[in-house]
C-alpha cells in the first residue's frame, strides 16, 4: 500500500486532457525515479502520482523533492561539459527517435507476428526512455519551481547594478529567445507559402471563398500536388498530442480555405513572420551588444537559451513520435480485440505479455483503470491503483482552489503592456477558440 511522508507536500503539477498512461507517462515518469539521481549524483527521493480519469490526467509530486532536484540541476548547469552532454544527448536521441518513428509510420504491422510486434513495441518504449533521459534535465532544472530562472534573473540583478536602464526581465526574456525555429513555426511558414501559390490561380480562390471544399481539394491537389504532399509528410503529426488524429491533404486544404475566406494575405503574412523574427534578432543583438554583464550571467543566459529552445522542440519531438506509433498500437489492439484506448492504458509489460501469451487481460478491470485509476512511480517502480483505492490514494494531493484574482506573478514570454482576454489551454480543440489578441497563461 502507498505510504506518505507526513512532512511530504503533494502538489499537482501539471494536468492534460485526451491522454493515457502507455507512451506519455510510463517511459517518462519511471525514467524520472531512476536517471535523474544518475544524472545528478544525488539522493533525491523523486517520486510522483499521475490520475488519469477517463483521460485527463493530474501528475503530482513532493514539491520540496522537485525543487531539490531543480537545486542540483542547476549547480551542475555551471559545468559546460555537462550542458554539452545534455543538448548533444537530445540532439542525437532526436535523430534515433526520427528515424524510428520514419519507420513505424510506414511499416505494414499486419504482416509482423506476435512475437515481433511485441518486441517493436518494446523497442519503441526503449527509444523513448534513450530520449527522455535527456529531457529529464530540462525538466529538473526549471519547471513548475522555476529554479533556473530564479538563478538568472538574481545574477542578472546583480550583474546589471541598481542604475542599469534595462531590467533583469527584459535582458532574460531577449536573451534566451531562441534563434533557432521549432517545427510548429516552419509548418506556418510553409503553409503561407503554398497560400501565396493559390492565391495566384483566380479559380481556387473563389472556389475556396464560395466554400467549395471539395472540389477545392480536388484541385489543389491537381495543381499543387507536390508542394501539398511535401506538407503533408512532413506535417501529419501537427495536432496529434499524446493522441489524436492524422493529418491528410484535405485538412491542410481546409486550412487553406479557411485562411482564404478569412481575408489572410499570405506575402503579408509571411513578411509579418520575417519580421517578427528579424526584430527578436535585433533585440537579441541590441541587449547583448549593450549589455555588460559577469561571465556567470552571460554563460548561464547561453544555457538558458538552448534549453528555451529544447523545451519547445521536445514536445513536438514527442508528439510526432506518438503519432508515428499509433499504427503500431492499433495493430496491437486488434490483435488482442481492445478497442485503441484501453490498449493505451496497459503497462508495457501486460502488452507485451498479452502479446506473448503469458498476460491474460481482463477488459472490465481495464475499463474500470481507464474511468478512474492512478499510477505512482518510484525508483523504476509502477504500482497501479484503482476504484477507491486509487481515490485514497491521490487524496494526499494538495487540491489548490481556484479564486478571483487581480493580478498573477511569474516570467513573461516577451515583455511590455498589453490589454487581453485571458484563456487557459489545455486541449489542442481549445487552441481553435483562441483568438488572436488573447493572452495565455501557462
Sequence with gaps: MFKVNSN????????????????????????MTTDINTFLSGSINLEFLVEFSNRHVRMAAVASHWEEAGLLTVEKLNSVDFVDQITNGLANETINLNRLGDFLYSADFSKFTDHDLAKEISVTIDALVDFIVFNNIINTSDFYHEVFTRKILECLRDSLGVTSSVTAETVYSVLTTPEKTVWIQEEETSLLEILALVCQNSHLVSLARDEKLDEFFHSVSSMLGSELEAHVKKYFWIRYEQEGEILTGKHFCNELAKMLRDGVDATNALNAVNERRLRAKEQFD???????????????????????????????????????????????????????????????????????????????????????????????????????????????????????????????????????????????SDGDNFLRGSILVA
Excluded at 511530504?8 to 515518469?29: I, Q
Excluded at 493580478?407 to 490589454?419: K, R, T
Design 8 to 31: 511530504d507536500v503533494w502538489s499537482v503539477t501539471n494536468e492534460r486532457h485526451n491522454a493515457s498512461p502507455l507512451l506519455g507517462f510510463l517511459p517518462l515518469f519511471s525514467s
Design 286 to 428: 541590441s541587449i547583448n551588444s549593450t549589455v555588460v554583464l559577469n561571465s556567470e550571467a552571460k554563460h548561464l543566459l547561453e544555457v538558458a537559451r538552448k534549453f528555451v529552445y529544447w523545451k519547445l522542440h521536445l514536445r513536438e519531438v514527442k508528439v510526432r513520435f506518438y503519432c508515428c506509433a499509433d499504427k503500431l498500437l492499433d495493430e496491437a489492439a486488434k490483435r488482442l480485440n481492445l478497442n485503441r484506448y484501453q490498449v493505451r492504458h496497459l503497462t508495457v509489460e501486460e502488452l507485451v505479455g498479452a502479446l506473448g501469451g503469458t498476460v491474460k487481460l481482463d477488459t472490465v478491470s481495464l475499463d474500470k483503470r481507464m474511468e478512474y485509476s492512478v499510477f505512482h512511480f518510484s525508483s523504476g517502480r509502477i504500482t497501479v491503483y484503482e476504484g477507491q483505492e486509487a481515490r485514497e490514494v491521490f487524496s494526499v494531493v494538495k487540491q489548490e482552489s481556484v479564486v478571483a484574482t487581480d493580478s498573477i506573478s511569474g516570467v513573461c514570454a516577451f515583455p511590455g503592456l498589453v490589454d487581453g482576454v485571458v484563456k487557459q489551454v489545455l486541449d489542442v
